[in-house]
């Protein structure tokens, strides 16, 4: 997940450390040794803070609220480095690498988790020892952090692919929620009326692209990848009609805006704010921005439906929706891992995800979250989303994934924007993702 937000981080020879009123540390790296701010000398046992990096955002800003109030809990302290997505990622990966003192390790989903595994500590003897039920997490959001039968990470904060609508506009027009593919294309024929659309997709070539046509894909009975991850299975009968349903509704049914070719998700969010379009197919937690009153002209008239379109065909019974997220694990190497588990626990327990999701819109890990009536209260549409995540995939988890995910960004947007047939981009995607993984 990354969600934009501005946070400067002045450097000089060395790091400058800010520790919050709480006692949580955010800035450059402390070498062991070093003094904090608060003058405690930094050390390599129990009594060091625990040291993590996290990619800046709504993920950062959930992390630092937790790891106050772990703090003010425990009166362990945590020094807590916060960097914009892409450098968090290269600064813990040099730490790892250089047996650095980073205690807990972020990770990005089965992506991460297979680039990062090797650095990592199993958490089996720590569940065990703890007795610590791994049931209560919705099962899609714990197999993300799972590699070879291992559990890597417990889930911090997750979320799936939801078909967002307006209730207003459904209701005026006399339609419900749609089940299949087919349906799905007829309501958004018929939401199309004057200046408003009938869906909105993000189009514009990049990462968005490539996670806006995949629950099409999978709701068709597809993958991306075969099994051991060693071949492209997308040029497929599922991965063509998936691609060309998304190409068809903007160039054939042209129920998208014009403007969605240079839409990401925040187009799609602005869409649904100002009356542009009806429906979207989008991350699950959007639909608290949508549904922000200071936001969104049309807030209160927001709902999520129960599950995501399907095609008839596929032998499914509802769509499948892909999900992301972030977790948490202990780096192998970490002399401070009986502290670092602590913090893991503690971020992702039941009491601790209800808080964040109540109080700072922390996408919940814990099923039991989404039933509560404190939760429901703020984001009432919890159940269809626990219901869709429930079904829920995730995209395979290679360490290729990010040139693949290129591959598939650039033949899409061929393919959407006419300069291919779907059946050539496909084809092309095909050879060009084979010869990656060979």
Not at 218 to 223: L, Q, T, V, W
Not at 249 to 255: E, I, M, Q
Request: charge should be negative; hydrophobic fraction near 40%.
């Amino acid at each position: 997940m990354r969600n934009k937000r501005s946070r400067t981080i002045f450097m000089g020879l060395l790091a400058v450390i800010v520790i919050l009123a709480t006692g949580c540390q955010i800035g450059g790296s402390a070498n062991s040794g070093e003094k904090t701010a608060g003058g405690k000398e930094t050390g390599t046992g129990s009594d060091a803070p625990i040291k993590m990096i996290v990619a800046q955002g709504g993920f950062s800003r959930s992390v630092e609220e937790a790891v106050a109030e772990f703090t003010r809990q425990t009166g362990i302290q945590v020094e807590l480095l916060i960097y914009p997505y892409q450098e968090s990622r290269e600064k813990q990966i040099l730490e790892l690498r250089a047996g650095g003192s980073v205690d807990v390790v972020q990770i990005d989903g089965p992506i991460w988790l297979a680039e990062l595994r090797d650095y990592l500590e199993p958490l089996v003897t720590y569940i065990n020892k703890d007795s610590l039920d791994t049931g209560i997490y919705v099962p899609a959001m714990l197999e993300m952090f799972k590699n070879d039968g291992e559990i890597y990470a417990l889930p911090y904060r997750v979320g799936g692919w939801v078909l967002i609508y307006r209730k207003d506009l459904f209701e005026a027009k006399g339609l419900t929620p749609p089940a299949t593919f087919d349906e799905f294309v007829d309501t958004a024929v018929k939401l199309t009326d004057g200046d408003v659309f009938g869906f909105a997709g993000a189009l514009k070539q990049g990462n968005f692209l490539v996670v806006q046509w995949i629950p099409f894909l999978y709701s068709r009975g597809g993958n991306i990848l075969n099994e051991d991850m060693t071949a492209a299975a997308f040029n497929s009968p599922e991965g063509i009609e998936s691609a060309q349903l998304l190409v068809d509704l903007y160039r054939k049914y042209k129920v998208m805006p014009g403007a969605a070719l240079e839409y990401e998700q925040d187009s799609i969010i602005s869409s649904m704010q100002q009356g542009i379009a009806a429906m979207s197919i989008t991350y699950s937690p959007y639909f608290l921005e949508m549904n922000n009153p200071e936001k969104s002209a049309h807030a209160g008239n927001f709902a999520i439906a129960a599950t995501l379109p399907y095609a008839e065909n596929s032998g499914l019974s509802q769509g499948i929706t892909e999900i992301a997220g972030w977790g948490f694990g202990i780096n192998k190497d970490s002399k401070n891992k009986e502290n670092a588990w602590k913090l893991i626990k503690f971020m992702t327990s039941v009491d601790e995800q209800l808080r964040l999701a109540v109080q700072f819109a922390n996408s919940p890990t814990v099923q039991a979250v989404y039933e509560d009536e404190r939760y429901l209260e703020v984001y009432p549409e919890a159940p269809a989303v626990l219901t869709s995540l429930l079904g829920a995939k995730t995209r395979p988890g290679t360490p290729q994934w990010a040139n693949i995910e290129d591959i598939l960004a650039r033949e899409l947007s061929a393919a959407v924007t006419g300069v291919k047939s779907v059946e050539q981009a496909l084809s092309d995607a095909e050879k060009a993702t084979n010869d990656l993984l060979k």
